[in-house]
T-cell receptor, first 115, second 110 residues
C-alpha cells in the first residue's frame, strides 16, 4: 500500500538554526498537511496546502514557518529560527481526492529536538 | 473552538476481553470523525472514518459509532489481542483540518 514517507526520522538542531523537514506524499495525492505533537500533548494542525498554496493555517503557524512543494514529489516544512518550544514530532499527511470524507494518510513523523 | 476529549486516558485489559473507548467533542458541526492508532515512535494509522451522516462503521474486530447530536463516538474492540496495544486517537474534521483528542493508551495483557 502506498505510504507517506518523512525524512529524517530524527533531527537535532541548535536553537536559532533553520530546519527543513521533508515529506514525500502518496504520489497521486493533491492535498497536503503538517501537524505537530509536543510530547504528551495532542496532535495539532499546522497547515494545509493545495494547488501550490496554503489553504488553511493555525495560529501556531506563524512567520517562522513556511511550506513548499519544490517539485512534483516533495512537500517541505521550514522553520526559520528554531526555538526550544518547537521540539515536537512533526507529521505530514496527504489526501487524494476532493471531498470531506476522504481520509488523510499520515507519515511516521520526524522527531525534532531543539538544543 | 472545537475540543476533543478521550476517556479513559489509559486502559489495561486481559487478552480476549471486549472493550470500549470513548471520544467526545464540543462542536457537532463536523464533516466526519476518524479513529487512529499510534504505536510508540510511529505515525498515525487510520482505522475507521465515519461520515457525519453515518451512525457506525465496522472493520474486522473494530466497530465505531457516532452520535453527532450529543458529540460522542465510541470505538469497540472485540476479542482484544496483545497486538492491539497502542494509543488510540479520535479526530474530528472541520473544514480543512483535524482536531485530535489526547488519546487512550491501551495495553492488552497476554
Amino acid at each position: 500500500e502506498p505510504e507517506v514517507t518523512q525524512t529524517p526520522s530524527h533531527q537535532v538542531t541548535q536553537m536559532g538554526q533553520e530546519v527543513i523537514l521533508r515529506c514525500v506524499p502518496i504520489s497521486n495525492h493533491l492535498y497536503f498537511y503538517w501537524y505537530r505533537q509536543i510530547l504528551g500533548q495532542k496532535v495539532e494542525f499546522l497547515v494545509s496546502f493545495y494547488n501550490n498554496e496554503i489553504s488553511e493555517k493555525s495560529e501556531i503557524f506563524d512567520d517562522q514557518f513556511s511550506v513548499e512543494r519544490p517539485d512534483g514529489s516533495n512537500f517541505t516544512l521550514k522553520i526559520r529560527s528554531t526555538k526550544l518550544e518547537d521540539s515536537a514530532m512533526y507529521f505530514c499527511a496527504s489526501k487524494g481526492e476532493q471531498g470531506r470524507n476522504q481520509p488523510q494518510h499520515f507519515g511516521d513523523g520526524t522527531r525534532l529536538s531543539i538544543l | 473552538k472545537q475540543e476533543v476529549t478521550q476517556i479513559p486516558a489509559a486502559l489495561s485489559v486481559p487478552e480476549g476481553e471486549n472493550l470500549v473507548l470513548n471520544c467526545s467533542f464540543t462542536d457537532s458541526a463536523i464533516y466526519n470523525l476518524q479513529w487512529f492508532r499510534q504505536d510508540p515512535g510511529k505515525g498515525l494509522t487510520s482505522l475507521l472514518l465515519i461520515q457525519s451522516s453515518q451512525r457506525e462503521q465496522t472493520s474486522g474486530r473494530l466497530n465505531a459509532s457516532l452520535d453527532k447530536s450529543s458529540g460522542r463516538s465510541t470505538l469497540y474492540i472485540a476479542a482484544s489481542q496483545p497486538g492491539d496495544s497502542a494509543t488510540y486517537l479520535c479526530a474530528v474534521r472541520e473544514a480543512n483540518n483535524l482536531f485530535f483528542g489526547t488519546g487512550t493508551r491501551l495495553t492488552v495483557i497476554p
